[in-house]
């Protein structure tokens, strides 16, 4: 079985130890290696990149080594990958993120 780590017990993501396919289960340790949640991957995740533990909503903080790292532009269910298409800085707008009251 495939496996992620959260890197802090704060962590909303977990970071994937090899690539994984869309489909495939996937088992997340916690800090001190236990299971904290089984669950498949909603789309392909590449080694080291980001899947979320829980289904954060538009405008949530994303924490990854218990800092925020970055801030959901949308939805995002249990599961999936989390890159530049669903997550903006927290700090610095990027080009074509969406900015909330700013049109």
């Not at 080291?48 to 954060?56: A, N, Q, V, W, Y």
Request: glycine fraction near 8%; charged fraction near 30%.
């Amino acid at each position: 079985m495939k496996k992620a780590i959260q890197i802090d017990e704060k962590d909303n993501v977990a970071t994937v130890t090899d690539d994984v396919k869309a489909g495939e289960e996937v088992e997340v340790l916690s800090p001190q290696g236990e299971v904290i949640l089984k669950t498949k991957l909603i789309d392909d995740v590449i080694f080291g990149h980001k899947m979320s533990l829980r289904k954060l909503k538009e405008g949530e903080e994303i924490i990854k080594y218990g800092e925020i790292i970055g801030v959901a532009s949308k939805e995002i269910p249990v599961g999936e990958w989390l890159h530049t298409h669903n997550v903006n800085s927290a700090r610095l707008h990027t080009p074509g993120e969406k900015v909330r009251g700013v049109t």
